[in-house]
T-cell receptor
Framework: AQRVTQPEKLLSVFKGAPVELKCNYS??????LFWYVQYSRQRLQLLLR??SRESIKGFTADLNKGETSFHLKKPFAQEEDSAMYYC?????????????FGKGTKLSVKP | DTGVSQDPRHKITKRGQNVTFRCDPI?????LYWYRQTLGQGPEFLTY????????KSRLLSDRFSAERPKGSFSTLEIQRTEQGDSAMYLC???????????????FGPGTRLTVT
């Protein structure tokens, strides 16, 4: 079965430090992957998707098929990056409508 | 259009009661999804619609749950005979697809928090 694993529940860094939020997936094909972010008291929103290859708010993510990973990175963390981050994968086993989410990683950026 | 809206934002009910939630998607979006999120978990898929057709239901959607999307616009999610285990945040999302089947990003609503006492 398809699965998304985010091994860290909480990641705490200081402002200006590099950040890497880990995401591993289980799927044998070429997946499209997403990172969603939820800031405090706000709704879930798309941060970036693999297919667009954009850098949003300084974040990037590279698909590594060999390691089945899609880690989210930012070279210099800002306090406003503090939020919950979710990695997601389309459900290729179903009608490809829904996303399968990881459990999320809470990023805390300290001043 | 300010995005996906959900009503109510909070619902407290007693075990055994029925509840109904409403979701209004972004107007030009043909797909509408329902997810459930419990503490410490990511959103878990319940069901989705393309226009008015319900295309998929997850095994999480027991026979006490029913969803509709009449006329392909807003959607309702009803839970009958609520149980304490139904307490969760219920999220609605919408997206559009093009003729080639490419699905654009899902936009989420603020959620309805259900507490069953």
């Amino acid at each position: 079965a398809q699965r998304v694993t985010q091994p860290e529940k909480l990641l705490s860094v200081f402002k200006g430090a590099p950040v890497e939020l880990k995401c591993n997936y289980s799927y044998s094909g070429s997946p499209e992957l997403f990172w969603y972010v939820q800031y405090s008291r706000q709704r879930l929103q798309l941060l970036l998707r693999h297919i667009s290859r954009e850098s949003i708010k300084g974040f990037t993510a590279d698909l590594n098929k060999g390691e089945t990973s899609f880690h989210l990175k930012k070279p210099f963390a800002q306090e406003e990056d503090s939020a919950m981050y979710y990695c997601a994968l389309p459900n290729y086993g179903g009608s490809q409508g829904n996303l399968i989410f990881g459990k999320g990683t809470k990023l805390s950026v300290k001043p | 259009d300010t995005g996906v809206s959900q009503d109510p934002r909070h619902k407290i009910t007693k075990r055994g009661q029925n509840v109904t939630f409403r979701c209004d998607p972004i107007s030009e979006h043909n797909r509408l999804y329902w997810y459930r999120q419990t503490l410490g978990q990511g959103p878990e898929f319940l069901t989705y619609f393309q226009n008015e057709a319900q295309l998929e239901k997850s095994r999480l959607l027991s026979d006490r749950f029913s969803a509709e999307r009449p006329k392909g616009s807003f959607s309702t999610l009803e839970i009958q005979r609520t149980e304490q285990g139904d307490s969760a945040m219920y999220l609605c999302a919408s997206s559009r697809t093009n003729l080639a089947g490419f699905t654009y990003e899902q936009y989420f609503g603020p959620g309805t928090r259900l507490t069953v006492t």
